[in-house]
């Protein structure tokens, strides 16, 4: 028996997710104190209902192998801007169509038709919004004469050749994936100071920003940005905030509440914790999870079904110190009360073996559903002693609810 194809371990890797699938692209791993970048002809898809990976072809324009890029699916494609090639970093639009039938996934490299592109830069994040992609922030270089705003762009005093300067910038660019044009608005307030390696979230038309990287220090700031009147305005917690870091991500898990996880600490420590950030109080929450043995970071972050966060790949070691330790294992965050619907099929397909005859009996859509989540439970299964009257009543009250 063949084994089941797995996603290989990576860092600097992009993922979005559609409710269906989550998708991963690119990255790298370290090999003998060299990184490595993950092949570039390939797009992984992890099944949200089974938990099972499938490896799909990408043909047409390619782009390099990359990390460091920022991705995320508008009107079913999957567009990737910037990153970091064996070049160094970029500043092209991939645009991939993951919602297809066929094996082979179309990929191209997208030519903007108006507008000026962003500089070259990886590590930043972005929002989407009506159609529209909003990056933020970054590392990457610009010529002297385009560093125009010292408050904009802040030079990294460690990286520079000639005439060309590498640093971290706070600028927010606009994508119309219809009309392909790139603009630069005007935003108004006080901006967040230029970072790179933070994350972002977006609900509705706030694009939230939490931490990240500014020179030599990492910090667990919150910034707002309006999406409608590109007004920027900080968030100051009422509560204890979580200790400033890198390389984490920020995931939106409800209309008022956002989940933070992993990263690196101030003082380069990989980190397990997890925290909810509350709009409506503007408190943070620690939350107890049962993935605190497995610190991550420049890891990918999406939200999965019933406000799961699905986090994948990253590493659970200093990367820039240890040449191993990426990961290639897809955690679970519960970070909502599960409906009762998902927790009788979550009930009944962990038991399969004990339902397996009622499961024969379901109506077809939610037979198909219960058995896509017994595969789910089978690499984990383990033997549960259950009375038969609790089996009994949970069948019947999943039974009556769907029926």
């Known amino acids: 028996m063949s084994e089941e194809p797995v996603a290989r371990e990576r860092s600097g890797h992009t993922a979005a997710a559609d409710g269906q699938f989550l998708y991963v692209w690119g990255g790298y791993v370290s090999v003998a104190d060299h990184e490595v970048f993950l092949p570039n002809d390939e797009l992984w898809l992890y099944d949200l209902e089974n938990g099972l990976w499938e ?21 079913e494609e999957l567009y990737i801007f910037g990153g970091c090639c064996d070049d160094g970093q970029t500043n092209e639009v991939k645009l ?17 038709r108006s507008g000026s592109l962003p500089s070259p830069r990886d590590k930043l994040s972005c929002w989407v919004h009506e159609g529209r992609i909003i990056y933020f922030g970054g590392y990457g270089h610009k010529l002297l004469s385009e560093i125009t705003d010292p408050k904009s762009f802040i030079v990294d005093e460690a990286s520079w050749a000639e005439d060309i300067f590498w640093g971290w910038n706070n600028e927010v660019h606009e994508f119309d994936t219809e009309r392909s044009s790139w603009t630069e608005p005007q935003t108004f307030g006080r901006a967040p100071a230029p970072r790179a ?20 220090t990492r910090t667990s700031d919150m910034f707002c940005l309006d999406l409608n009147s590109w007004t920027w305005s900080e968030i100051v917690s009422s509560t204890v905030a979580p200790l400033g870091r890198s ?18 600490s101030v003082d380069c420590r990989p980190m397990s914790d997890g925290w909810i950030f509350n709009l409506e109080t503007k408190g943070w929450t620690e939350m107890e999870h049962q993935n605190k043995d497995k610190p991550r970071l420049w890891h990918s ?29 897809a955690l679970v965050f519960q970070t909502q009360p599960y409906p009762l619907m998902r927790l009788c099929q979550d009930f009944i397909a962990s038991h399969a073996s004990v339902f397996q005859s009622q499961i024969l009996c379901l109506p077809p859509k939610l037979r198909n559903a219960v058995q896509k989540r017994t595969i789910f439970f089978r690499p984990s299964r383990k033997s549960q002693n259950c009375c038969s009257s609790c089996i009994y009543n949970l069948m019947q009250w999943f039974l009556l609810g769907t029926i």
């Not at 390389?247 to 690196?264: M, R």
């Not at 972050?301 to 294992?329: E, M, P, T, W």
């Open 96 to 112: 991939q169509s993951v919602f297809t039938v066929f094996r082979c996934i179309s990929k191209a490299t997208l030519t903007p």
């Open 301 to 329: 972050a999406c939200q999965g079904r019933d406000s799961d966060v699905i986090v994948f790949g990253g590493s659970h070691d200093y990367i820039l110190l240890v040449d191993k330790g990426h990961c290639n294992d």
């Open 55 to 75: 490896r799909r072809d990408v043909c047409g324009t390619v782009p390099p192998a990359m990390s460091g890029t920022c991705g995320c699916i508008v009107n």
């Open 197 to 216: 390696a933070h994350a972002s979230a977006s609900i509705g038309s706030k694009g939230y920003v939490c931490g990240g990287r500014i020179r030599e």
């Open 247 to 264: 390389w984490h991500t920020l995931t939106a898990v409800s209309d008022t509440s956002l989940f933070l996880f992993g990263g690196l």
